[in-house]
């Protein structure tokens, strides 16, 4: 199981994680929209645009796994989001984002396209797809 969680722009999933039994793990919140500054500690200001402006209390690979949802669809924002992720984690990696992303997350982070889809509330114009660089189960069929 994961100690330390940390969600990169992916506030659906931080709110989830919350929700949960969370005697075992802690989770934070990486995000640029300050409405989540609700959350105290856990609130991490982040704009991927400075991928490494990072308070100092987030030390270097502090983290199980880095759930990552890049708010745009292009190799710009996954390459600075990117670095921001590789900084963080221990070594497991969950990304979400469109399956035209698939070559790019694969070269810069080292993540399949798994089995998994994702479902949104809203209709998306790409199709949304689940990447990660270790063995989830997501690999299996649902």
Wanted: hydrophobic share 35%.
């Amino acid at each position: 199981m994961f100690s330390r969680i940390a969600c990169v722009s992916a506030p659906s999933v931080y709110q989830k994680l919350r929700t949960l039994h969370r005697e075992d793990f802690s989770v934070y919140i990486f995000e640029y929209d300050k409405r989540f500054a609700i959350y105290g500690e856990e609130f991490i200001f982040y704009d991927y645009n400075n991928p490494l402006d990072l308070p100092e209390k987030i030390a270097a690979h502090s983290f199980d796994i880095v759930i990552a949802d890049p708010p745009y669809l292009s190799k710009e924002c996954l390459g600075k989001m990117s670095e921001t992720i590789k900084y963080l984690t221990r070594g497991k990696i969950l990304l979400c984002t469109g399956a035209v992303m698939e070559e790019e997350a694969a070269k810069l982070l080292g993540v399949k396209m798994c089995k998994f889809i994702p479902k949104h509330t809203r209709t998306l114009g790409n199709e949304f797809r689940c990447y990660v660089n270790y063995d989830s189960g997501l690999d299996r069929e649902i």
